[in-house]
């Protein structure tokens, strides 16, 4: 009965690890080399709150590529945003709008407040993705 618990166990353990994806980030539109770019991927639970997933990487002129080494494959969506003082924290304005540059995956508009997240999730599977964001400042 144990060596089928433990194959049991392996199998889950394989499979979980078979769900995890590659992604890359391809975030365009930085306008300068100051501080970082950090991309976020979210679920749907965690769309426009604290994602669990992040990626910070040195800002280039340009645009910058972010990737994510084992996302579990899924439905997510992607933000982007210039930290350009390199604090990790996503500026506002008084009236709450993004301060520093920012964009979300699939490029949704928002109209009278913030997009939707079926308007920027992609599909990710077990094969990875390649996305791009752009940054709007």
Same mark, same amino acid.
């Given at each position: 009965?144990?060596?089928?618990?433990?194959?049991?166990?392996?199998?889950?353990?394989?499979?979980?690890?078979?769900?995890?994806?590659?992604?890359?980030? *391809?975030?365009?539109?930085?306008?300068?080399?100051?501080?970082? $770019?950090?991309? %976020?991927?979210?679920? !749907? #639970?965690? =769309?426009?709150?604290?994602?669990?997933?992040?990626?910070?990487?040195?800002?280039?002129?340009?645009?910058?590529?972010?990737?994510?080494?084992?996302?579990?494959?899924?439905?997510?969506?992607?933000?982007?945003?210039?930290?350009?003082?390199?604090?990790?924290?996503? *500026?506002?304005?008084?009236?709450?709008?993004?301060?520093?540059? $920012?964009?979300? %995956?699939?490029?949704? !508009? #928002?109209? =009278?407040?913030?997009?939707?997240?079926?308007?920027?999730?992609?599909?990710?599977?077990?094969?990875?993705?390649?996305?791009?964001?752009?940054?709007?400042?």
């Amino acid at each position: 009965m144990r060596p089928s618990i433990l194959i049991l166990v392996a199998a889950l353990a394989v499979t979980g690890a078979a769900q995890a994806a590659s992604v890359e980030v *391809k975030v365009s539109g930085v306008q300068n080399t100051k501080g970082q $770019v950090v991309v %976020s991927a979210c679920d !749907k #639970a965690t =769309f426009l709150k604290t994602c669990p997933y992040n990626v910070k990487v040195p800002a280039a002129s340009g645009g910058v590529s972010a990737k994510f080494a084992s996302l579990p494959a899924g439905r997510w969506s992607f933000l982007a945003f210039h930290d350009q003082d390199g604090d990790g924290v996503m *500026k506002k304005t008084a009236l709450g709008l993004p301060a520093d540059g $920012v964009g979300l %995956s699939r490029d949704p !508009k #928002a109209r =009278f407040g913030p997009p939707k997240f079926e308007d920027s999730a992609v599909d990710v599977g077990a094969d990875g993705a390649s996305v791009a964001v752009g940054l709007k400042y």
